[in-house]
């Protein structure tokens, strides 16, 4: 038996947390309905300052489902939604589960050629998006996938007195508010079961081709629970929707756990660093998990100062390195500490958490602060990515991860899947180690992956876009440090002969046709791009020269390049 199976983070978790869960026996929308059943008149969802009942959620999502259900919506279908922090969300997601279908998330950043991708890949039937966002972005690709209707909506309606449209019967477009004021009688619910696919979530791959993460009901569930018990969540919680809904962590920490306890969520559209004060002060959040940037955002913030924080001790964060510097100011201004957290889209968020009131411990010599101890049911493993053998505790490798927190696989890529999975094991691409005591620390990635503030970028993908440009000839991407993203983004390209472009031209370009946390915030032109006898370019060795040029200049960032 190794070190691994013996578990030695056991020994550390809080008071009266078991080895190892249960199995789950019931889905998240049915532990909702269980939840609408015993507390139907408290809050679900504050948006700003209008409140939604359990029971107006439970019966605008039936409404929802009926109108999905006429327009021919069963079992196993998808429909994507392309929404911001709003009510819609929890709604059309509810009504989605009530037919027996399948979310697909889409980022609401994305542009047209990811979004367009995205669709034709899920095959989704249906789309809930932003009246903005189907005129600006979806509304030119929609025809090329296998959408039959979409439904969009203007979130501002939830705050205004604001007419709303006729129902009708559109065809194709129809507003959702239209749809929430003809109450229709709720379809028959199709029963579904643990392993029905709850939601495919997109994050890229090592194609650069974004893969869909497919989320049982199970997972969902599972992890639900893990939050519920790990931080101890109850309907007096409330949760401070700071994470995107869209993302991996805000489905669970946010919507599922809200649904399982019946615990009330504070909602407000897109981070805003002053309304996210205002309004955690305003309903005493007692209950966040969110990037380490939008935590200094709030410390950047003039507002914190007028703000009372006393109620937010459950503080969390995942997505991006808590750094003892920032982990140790969020202490000081407001009393509460930033627990640790780690998991990714394909262990449904969390694999690994730091327990409540826990300092983590740091490795002496990456001076990394530990992720945090797996979670119950969680087998984990440090493994030689050559030999495929455990390495011994305190050494570096790759780390394993296997439990019913862990996704069925990669939606249309059995070739991805194998390769990912390994007897049940997620391969995660990220260099770890475990210290004698169980604490987990992730040191590095083996990935080219970019991490910006917490968004992963793969950089083929963003080279792929550069190459679109007229006078771009070659593109390489890397990720270079950021005093506020950890990283961002760097483009070297070489240029088509008899051509121009600045750097702040080709900016302009990606920042034009991409999301806005994928282009590249630095350019630089250069004559050629070093690579290997094959013709393969070398990003290690364009690394190493953007990391000289800053040590030579004591900036971070290399001399001569654009701004965005």
């Known amino acids: 038996m190794s070190s691994y199976d013996a578990r030695p983070w056991v020994a550390h978790y809080p008071p009266g947390m078991p080895d190892d869960l249960p199995p789950v026996t019931r889905t998240i929308p049915e532990a909702f309905a269980a939840t609408v059943a015993r507390i139907p008149d408290r809050p679900c969802i504050t948006y700003f300052d209008r409140e939604l009942t359990f029971a107006d959620l439970d019966a605008f999502s ?8 006429r327009r021919g919506v069963v079992h196993g279908d998808r429909v994507a939604l392309y929404l911001q922090n709003d009510p819609e969300f929890a709604i059309a997601e509810l009504a989605i589960w009530k037919v027996g279908g399948t979310v697909v998330s889409v980022n609401p950043m994305l542009r047209e050629q990811e979004l367009e991708y995205i669709l034709q890949d899920s095959g989704a039937i249906g789309l809930v998006t932003l009246d903005q966002l189907w005129d600006d972005v979806a509304s030119s690709v929609a025809a090329g996938t296998a959408l039959r209707f979409v439904l ?10 604001r007419p709303v449209p006729a129902a009708g019967g559109g065809r194709f477009r129809t507003d959702f508010h239209a749809v929430l004021a003809a109450a229709a009688p709720a379809p028959t619910a199709p029963g579904l079961g643990l392993d029905d696919v709850a939601c495919i979530g997109y994050t890229s791959g090592t194609s650069g081709r974004p893969k869909g993460v497919v989320t049982t009901h199970e ?30 962590t805000g489905l669970v920490a946010g919507l599922a756990l809200s649904f399982l306890t019946g615990m009330p969520m504070v909602l407000f559209h897109r981070f805003d ?31 914190l100062a007028d703000a009372d924080l006393t109620a937010l001790a459950k503080a969390y964060s995942g997505g991006a390195p808590v750094t003892t510097v920032v982990e140790s100011a969020w202490r000081e201004l407001t009393g509460h500490a930033i627990h640790n957290i780690y998991g990714l889209t394909e262990t449904t968020s969390p694999s690994h958490i730091v327990p409540m009131g826990v300092t983590a411990p740091v490795d002496p010599e990456s001076a990394a602060m530990s992720v945090g101890l797996p979670v119950p049911g969680a087998e984990v493993r440090v493994v030689d990515a050559v030999t495929l053998e455990d390495v011994p505790v305190g050494e570096k490798g790759e780390i394993w991860i296997r439990g019913p927190m862990v996704c069925r696989g990669y ?39 970019i991490n910006a503030a917490g968004y992963k970028v793969w950089p083929r993908e963003v080279e792929e876009f550069l190459l679109q440009h007229p006078s771009v000839d070659e ?25 121009t472009a600045e750097p702040d031209d080709i900016i302009a370009f990606a920042r034009e046709h991409m999301a806005a946390y994928k282009y590249p915030r630095q350019v630089e032109v250069v004559s050629e791009l070093p690579k290997t006898a094959s013709g393969k370019i070398l990003r290690r060795e364009l690394r190493t020269r953007t990391a000289s040029e800053a040590s030579a200049t004591g900036s971070p960032s290399a001399p001569g390049n654009g701004a965005g």
Request: proline fraction near 5%.
């Open 62 to 69: 039936s409404t929802v489902a009926a109108d999905l259900a």
């Open 152 to 161: 969009t909506t203007d979130p501002d309606r939830w705050l205004a007195d």
């Open 219 to 248: 997972n969902l569930a599972y992890n639900a629970e893990v939050y519920r018990r790990w931080m101890d969540i109850s309907q007096d919680d409330v949760f401070l929707m700071a994470t995107p809904i869209f993302h991996i």
């Open 273 to 303: 660093p002053d309304e996210c004060l205002r309004l955690a002060t305003r309903w005493r959040t007692t209950f966040v998990v969110m990037a380490i940037t939008a935590y200094q955002s709030l410390m950047n913030s003039p507002e």
């Open 411 to 449: 939606w249309n890529l059995p070739e991805a899947t194998a390769a990912s999975f390994v007897d049940g094991y997620l391969r995660t691409g990220d260099v770890g180690l475990m210290d004698a005591d169980g604490w987990f620390y992730v040191i590095d990635r083996i990935k080219d992956m």
């Open 475 to 499: 593109a390489a991407v890397v990720g270079v440090p950021d005093p506020y993203r950890g990283e961002t983004v760097k483009a070297f390209v070489t240029l088509k002969a008899g051509t």
